[in-house]
């Protein structure tokens, strides 16, 4: 397959670069002028991205910052981001609703367009990363939260080092892509069965993520 560098627009930062991988075309943003953000101790070091529908995801996105403080970044959206923006930190959050719009097909959104850079496909070697989701463990218990799974093993082929597994006690559901070797790969939330639980999962997952991430 060829690939080749091309302007695909006009940015803030000046002209938008990117590149053809098969029919798609692919977003580079230009280097940004300080590429040191994650050694400065004034930047935060944690990233955090989500995809939401219905805004419960990032809801969750959001209540991980203020757990964060200062460590991390604002939430962003992951429609508006591409490889690019995960390189200031040394490690990020990546969150995403379950969507299972047709037998065996379960979107987790926005990612299906987030690729890592051509020139390097194990960009995030050396970034620590922890994947959350929500979903729904009634309506839809054989797929719940599987786009936690479709996530941690999308970052995981890109060289990230997996943190933030969690028990799976407390959950009725019968499978999951986000079960691996008996835990959870991630954060798994359900705001229609179990609203409650949902600010003390995060609370917890929250002080687990800062001993992890060191
Ligand atoms: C059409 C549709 C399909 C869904 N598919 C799944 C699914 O496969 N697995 C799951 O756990 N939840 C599923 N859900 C539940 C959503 O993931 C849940 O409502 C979630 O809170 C939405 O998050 P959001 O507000 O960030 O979009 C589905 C919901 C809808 C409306």
Known sequence: MSAA???IGEGAGGALRGYRHGTRMVALTPPRASSSSSSSSSSPSVGIFYATGTGNTKRVANSLKVHLGTLADEPQPISASNARDFE?????IFGAPSYLWEKHRVSALDYDTIEPPFENLRDLEGTKVAVF????????PKNFCDAVGILHEHFSVRGAEMVGMTENEGYEFKRSRALKQGKLCGLALDFENADDEVAGRVEAWAEQLKREFG
């Open 5 to 7: 560098v091309v302007c």
């Open 88 to 92: 200031p930190y040394d490690a990020i």
């Open 133 to 140: 989701g929500v979903g729904d463990q009634n309506e839809y």
